[in-house]
């Protein structure tokens, strides 16, 4: 490349713009590797040695390794990183975007909007019975829409019922002093309004990831409105200390809560919103080195076949993050995370604490067994708390609860079911 | 040279036993760096409690 082009604003030819520099923070993500594999070749001598702090299960299998040869390590190390290369390249290179257009919007508020399904080409029944749908406003709510074949919400249309999703889109200014509860106040209660309207009477409720623990504290705060809960990945309770994410929660407890406060104020303060790369360092944090053997994988695949079509949606879906109010940020990677408001009944929102022994719907609980953004530990104790909640466990991780190979017939099929027989 | 010599030839899987002493090797090597890709992940998501943190004292 000859020095002018680092000058230019063009990326090499047959590179998506919008995959270029990514996945964010992408020097964390090869660091990571090159750092994880670094250690892996230092730890090769003594890899069979019964003193080594293998994780629990591995060191059995770790006793084969004696006698391992460094340069044949070494060898294979490279040969990782350079698939880890290569992956990131079909995906920064594939021909596929996103086509899927948006269903008409039928309210709005600022930049959010409740986009009705029911009025979807896959729609069974346009008046079907609405159930109002709660994404994260960490991620952009497309995920629920990801692909033709790969739509929840498309797939529920198409049982007849109508889906009303919460896209609560991209700050803007009227958005930029919003914390949780004004989110709550400004946008989520005035969505419910529209689909209580249109329900005729209380109104199912489905949330995903943080929109679920959003709908659980909409159900808490009006039981008379909500016929039916499902939370998809909800955290709820952040004790755990299990784990990076575990640990850094309790490393930021020992430093006191107040400091994080001032961190994510002070980037509020400093940029306007909390930054995507804030946000997508906070989740890469969680696993360092699952971009780069995720890359590998997709090395490893056909770029012209479906699994690596999916790859890049959802890789493309990770990469086009949202920036967060502060207000906001700090309720989530604070209030919930650090200062567990949730779990200790100390969470304020729409206009007092939230019990959720006072949700009076029926509620269904999806925890994935591999979820780990909101893992069991932090997600199955929605099952117990909830009056009349029933937990699930699917065999998946977080975002393959909804889009994954097994999120139909785990996750669509009974969360449609329960919707259809509690519609209000 | 060694790999030519009469006493290397034939190894276990074809070619010289010197070469399949070099395929041991890396099968070997690759097969540590797929359990240390586990060990690495299972202890990012579920290693142990934090040792500054209360409920571990």
């Known amino acids: ?424 | 040279m060694e790999r030519t010599t009469e006493q290397e030839r034939e190894g276990p899987a074809g070619g010289t036993a010197a070469e399949g002493r070099d395929r041991d090797a890396r099968a070997r090597a690759h097969a540590y760096l797929d359990l240390w890709e586990k060990h690495v992940v299972q202890t990012a998501l579920h290693g142990p409690v934090a040792p500054w943190h209360p409920t571990s004292s």
């Open chain 1, 1 to 424: 490349m000859a020095p002018d082009e680092f000058l230019t604003e063009r990326p090499p030819e047959g590179v998506a713009a919008h995959r270029l520099g990514e996945p964010s923070p992408l020097l964390f993500h090869l660091g990571a590797a090159l750092s994880a594999y670094t250690f892996a070749l230092l730890a090769a001598p003594r890899a069979d040695s019964p003193g080594f702090p293998w994780a629990p299960g591995l060191a059995a299998e770790a006793k084969a390794f004696g006698g391992l040869d460094q340069v044949e390590v070494a060898g294979d190390i490279a040969a990782r990183l350079k698939a880890t290369l290569a992956g990131l390249e079909i995906w920064q290179r594939h021909p596929y975007r996103r086509a899927l257009v948006d269903p008409p919007a039928i309210w709005q508020a600022g930049c959010t909007r409740l986009l009705d399904y029911g009025a979807s080409p896959e729609a069974a029944d346009p008046s079907g019975p609405p159930v109002l749908v709660v994404p994260s406003l960490i991620n952009r709510a497309y995920i629920l829409d990801l692909l033709p074949e790969r739509s929840m919400l498309r797939w529920l249309a198409g049982q007849g019922l109508r889906p009303l999703l919460l896209d609560w889109g991209t700050p803007g200014p009227p958005e930029a002093t919003f914390d949780l509860a004004t989110y709550g106040t400004e946008r989520l209660l005035p969505a419910l309004a529209v689909a209580r309207r249109l329900a005729g009477g209380p109104v199912p409720v489905m949330g995903y990831c943080m929109g679920g623990t959003l709908a659980v504290g909409l159900a808490a705060r009006r039981p008379d409105d909500v016929a039916a809960l499902v939370t998809i990945g909800a955290p709820w309770d952040f004790t755990s200390t299990r784990g990076m994410a575990g640990g850094c929660r309790a490393a930021i407890r020992a430093e006191g809560a107040a400091y994080a406060d001032r961190l994510i104020e002070g980037l509020g303060a400093a940029l306007g919103l909390v930054p995507v790369v804030f946000l997508q360092t906070v989740f890469a944090l969680v696993n360092p080195i699952q971009a780069a053997l995720k890359f590998q994988k997709l090395a490893r695949l056909d770029p012209n076949g479906a699994a690596a079509r999916h790859f890049v949606a959802l890789e493309d879906w990770l990469a086009d993050g949202v920036p967060m109010p502060a207000g906001a940020a700090g309720d989530l990677l604070v209030g919930w995370q650090i200062r567990n408001r949730t779990a200790r009944g100390q969470w304020d929102f729409l206009g007092d604490r939230v019990d959720p022994r006072r949700v009076a719907a029926p509620a269904l609980v999806f925890c994935g067994e591999r979820d780990t953004i909101a893992p069991p530990a932090l997600a199955t104790p929605l099952g117990s708390v909830l009056p009349r909640a029933r937990l699930i466990l699917p065999r998946t991780g977080h975002v393959g609860m909804i889009v994954g190979s097994a999120a139909r017939s785990q996750i669509w099929r009974p969360a449609a079911a329960f919707l259809a027989g509690h519609r209000g």
